[in-house]
């Protein structure tokens, strides 16, 4: 089955600085891949998501990259916010319907 | 927007009851819908694909007559936890399929803290 490895599981910046986490997959049938924010208490929020046919999405503050030979693909928050401080996860699957397998999450934290 | 609600929000129970968890999609129709566990601290792991109006498709170390599924709507899934233990203590979230949708998204619930005393 799909494996995915998310890094760092922590992560400090300070406010307006960028931040990068990076997720590896293992199956390469994977075609879709999304990012969550979670805040402490709550359920998974998308934020964004690529499939397998682009090499990068942006939206806004946010980016992901995908590199399918390499098996990789990266969060980018730009201008960080404080309220940017959560849980993130990456996940994979075969497309947006199916059951998502997911990395180990990164805490970031943004200080003011 | 689609809306998936969970309910409830937080239960503790005593150690030997079962627990209800329900999971809605409240503006659209999922065939498909996904229960995921969550421990402190940890990552989302699948537990079990809940099928409308057939048998639901466990995991591999997934109890299936401990964690009961019953899928009897298009808008309705329910996860029933048996004779809790203080293990099972967990945030249990759902997640939703939208079958109206050309990439068939789902969307996740608020999830169910389950405390089990």
């Known amino acids: 089955g799909e494996n995915v490895e998310q890094h760092p599981s922590t992560l400090s910046v300070q406010e307006g600085d960028s931040a990068v986490i990076k997720c590896t997959y293992s199956?390469?049938?994977?075609?879709?891949f999304p990012w969550y924010k979670q805040e402490l208490g709550k359920g998974p929020q998308l934020i964004i998501d690529i499939r397998s046919n682009v090499g990068e999405k942006k939206d806004q503050r946010i980016a992901v990259t995908l590199n399918k030979t390499a098996k990789h693909f990266s969060l980018h928050i730009t201008e960080t916010q404080p309220e940017d401080s959560a849980v993130y996860f990456c996940a994979a699957s075969y497309d947006a319907g199916n059951m998502l397998t997911f990395g180990g999450g990164t805490r970031l934290m943004v200080k003011p | 927007g689609a809306v998936v609600s969970q309910h409830p929000s937080w239960v503790i129970c005593k150690s030997g009851t079962s627990v209800k968890i329900e999971c809605r999609s409240l503006?659209?129709?999922?065939?498909?819908m996904f229960w995921y566990r969550q421990f402190p601290k940890q990552s989302l792991m699948l537990m079990a694909t809940s099928n409308e109006g057939s048998k639901a498709t466990y995991e591999q170390g997934v109890e299936k007559d401990k964690f009961l599924i019953n899928h009897a709507s298009l808008t309705l899934s329910t996860l029933t936890v048996t004779s809790a233990h203080p293990e099972d203590s967990s945030f249990y979230i759902c997640s939703a399929r939208d079958d109206g949708t050309a990439y068939n998204e789902q969307f996740f619930g608020p999830g169910t803290r389950l405390t089990v005393l």
């Open positions: 199956d390469s049938a994977s075609n879709y």
């Open positions: 503006d659209f129709q999922a065939t498909t």
